[in-house]
């Protein structure tokens, strides 16, 4: 996860809180300002938290790149927050913690969903090109090209029809008020799934029966 910015904020502070590696960091001057108590007791607090063992220094420390500062500065990630936040006794404390474990447990969804998409995309690639491998030798170099075009054309449908199974078909043009979906919309979602060129064949109605179903629904 790349280091970003989000901002936690509620009736008594506001705060940049940077995420890096699945967690939030704060340095001390934040916790002084979350805390609402002199950066001294934070400091204090910070060092009996590593002196007795309660954590690991190494592991729950980073020198992060702020803007206006010549040097890095030092954070503390959510476990010496919350573990300050106790020994501080600070309402803040219970506020800050369930904003972040919201807020990373969004994140890590959206990291799942977005390397599950790359996984399908890199699957059906690898679909594709053994299917060109086993092609090769029984076509023409023409016809392969042409089999493949076919197939490579029809990933797109077959990405909709995926999304149509897991109910998160979008459909352009929806009216969000509206129940129910009519034939237009139907229409445009079919027309998704032609050729870049012209078919003669495709998603051709035959006396607007597919109209008169859609009706029925």
């Known amino acids: 996860m790349k280091n970003e910015i989000v901002i936690f904020e509620n009736q008594n502070v506001k705060l940049e809180v940077n995420m890096k590696d699945e ?11 979350l805390f609402d ?10 060092n009996n938290i590593f002196k007795e063992g309660e954590l690991d220094k190494e592991t729950n420390v980073q020198k992060l790149h702020i803007p206006n500062s010549d ?9 010496v927050i919350i573990s300050v936040g106790y020994r501080v ?15 990373l447990k969004d994140y890590l969804i959206k990291g799942y969903t977005v390397n599950e998409k790359r996984l399908k995309a890199l699957e059906k690639t690898i679909k594709l090109i053994d299917i060109a491998n086993r092609l090769d030798d029984r076509l023409e170099d023409r016809d392969a090209k042409g089999v493949l075009k076919v197939i490579t054309s029809y990933t797109k ?17 929806t009216n ?13 979602v079919i027309n998704t799934l032609k050729f870049n060129e012209n078919s003669d064949i495709f998603a051709l109605e035959r006396d607007n029966g ?4 859609i009706d029925t629904i």
């Open 37 to 46: 108590k002199d950066r001294t007791v934070i400091t204090r607090h910070i």
């Open 23 to 33: 967690t939030v960091w704060l340095n001390q001057m934040q916790m002084a300002e």
């Open 89 to 103: 006794k600070s309402k803040n404390d219970v506020a800050f913690r369930k904003w972040a474990n919201k807020i």
């Open 210 to 213: 597919f109209k008169a179903i």
């Open 71 to 79: 040097k890095p500065v030092i954070f503390y990630n959510l476990d």
């Open 157 to 173: 449908a077959l990405d909709l029809l995926d999304d149509y199974d897991h109910k998160t078909l979008k459909i352009k043009g």
């Open 176 to 188: 969000k008020s509206s129940e129910k979906i009519d034939y237009e919309e139907c229409m445009n």
